[in-house]
């Protein structure tokens, strides 16, 4: 007995179908007992997302329709803050790779001078000049995507963070010690009052138990959160993040105040921060010998990979922004697949009652139900 189910692939057939009043196109078997093809539907929806991709489309009639576009629905100019996203992350692209340019030709020259056991040249020697003021330049240069330790920032509304570490403060301090409640004054942001400007400073307290790593943890983390802090545990260490533009104030005007236990008691004493390694430090080579050279070289080395990982987030994130409608094309791709599978599932009399549901599902219907809001 002839299969009353035609193939799920979409054919040029079940394509041309798409031009008929519906999604789901009687088949040259039509008059043999009512088959009907399930390609067309499964084509009708997965054509949506080509038409995300600005391929041209066809109506219901026959008509050629306006060439639709990913973001067609939602303009990049009607977008909060959107324009500046982008500038920001191809800047921070753009800062990337000329920072990358600079550290593989640099690379090339150090390696070169070890091969020949020679003293660095003039030329070796305006290459580090040439990458060092790049570094110097990072904070500003790189439009706030990218941190010391060439981290890309999380997401496009994120910013660099500055790591550190709070001397006095670590696992093995957290555990120990009994409970103690620290006292933290961290500076405010600076805020127009008046004819200047005034930055209130922020206080927090937070209690620490001497028991229960991961519950002090907790409770540090959420009562930081409101200054803008994060933290996260490397080994024995614990690691607090700020924005960079914070860091400075921060790491000048940050006091603590304990009970005597682990931190002194009485007046506050200014915090001993501890900034993490930057990743790249070319104001402390020396490359006047070979142990110089090839200390550089190491940490040249350990850069690259460091570089094209945040160059991919960064990529990733401008594809996001730059492309919001493929979110729509997924969910189109996903629909279509789920669709058809089901339905190939179903006896001939359950897609005989299902048919008059779907009868007016037309592709442009279904691109204006995903397209983005």
Do not use: C
């Not at 489309?57 to 500046?84: C, I, S, Y």
């Not at 040249?121 to 003021?133: F, G």
């Not at 963070?161 to 942001?189: I, S």
Request: aromatic share 2%.
């Amino acid at each position: 007995m002839q299969s009353l189910l035609a193939p799920a692939t979409p054919s040029p057939a079940s394509r041309a179908a798409l031009g008929s009043g519906s999604a789901l196109a009687p088949s040259a078997a039509a008059g043999q007992g009512g088959a009907f093809s399930l390609s067309a539907l499964g084509a009708a929806l997965a054509d949506t997302s080509t038409a995300s991709q600005g391929l041209a489309l066809v109506t219901a009639e026959g008509e050629a329709a306006p060439t639709l576009r990913a973001d067609a629905d939602l303009p990049q100019a009607r977008q909060p803050g959107q324009q500046q996203r982008l500038g920001r992350l191809q800047q921070g692209l753009d800062y990337l790779d000329r920072l990358a340019s600079s550290v593989q030709q640099l690379k090339s020259g150090i390696s070169d001078t070890l091969a020949r056991r020679a003293a660095p040249s003039e030329t070796l020697n305006q290459q580090v000049d040439q990458l060092r003021q790049l570094w110097e330049q990072r904070p500003q240069e790189a439009g706030g995507r990218v941190d010391a330790q060439l981290q890309a920032a999380d997401s496009p509304d994120a910013s660099a963070r500055q790591r550190f570490k709070l001397r006095g403060l670590d696992l093995a301090v957290l555990q120990h010690g009994g409970r103690e409640t620290l006292r933290l004054q961290l500076p405010g942001q600076a805020v127009p009052q008046g004819a200047g400007t005034s930055a209130k400073p922020v206080q927090l307290s937070v209690t620490l138990q001497g028991e229960g790593t991961q519950e002090q943890l907790q409770g540090l983390a959420k009562a930081l959160a409101p200054a803008g802090l994060q933290l996260q545990v490397q080994g024995q260490d614990i690691i607090f993040q700020v924005s960079e533009a914070q860091w400075p104030a921060l790491r000048d005007g940050m006091t603590v105040r304990g009970e005597g236990k682990r931190f002194p008691s009485g007046q506050p004493v200014r915090a001993m921060l501890e900034p993490a390694p930057e990743a790249l430090q070319p104001q402390r080579w020396n490359l006047q010998d070979t142990s110089g050279q090839r200390e550089a070289l190491g940490q040249l080395l350990q850069v690259q990979p460091r570089l094209a990982q945040a160059r991919l987030v960064l990529g990733q994130q401008l594809q996001q922004v730059s492309r919001p409608g493929l979110t729509a094309s997924s969910e189109a791709d996903g629909l279509a697949s789920d669709i058809t599978d089901a339905m190939q599932s179903l006896d001939f009399q359950s897609l005989g009652a299902l048919l008059p549901a779907v009868q007016g599902l037309h592709r442009q219907r279904v691109q204006q139900l995903l397209a983005p809001r």
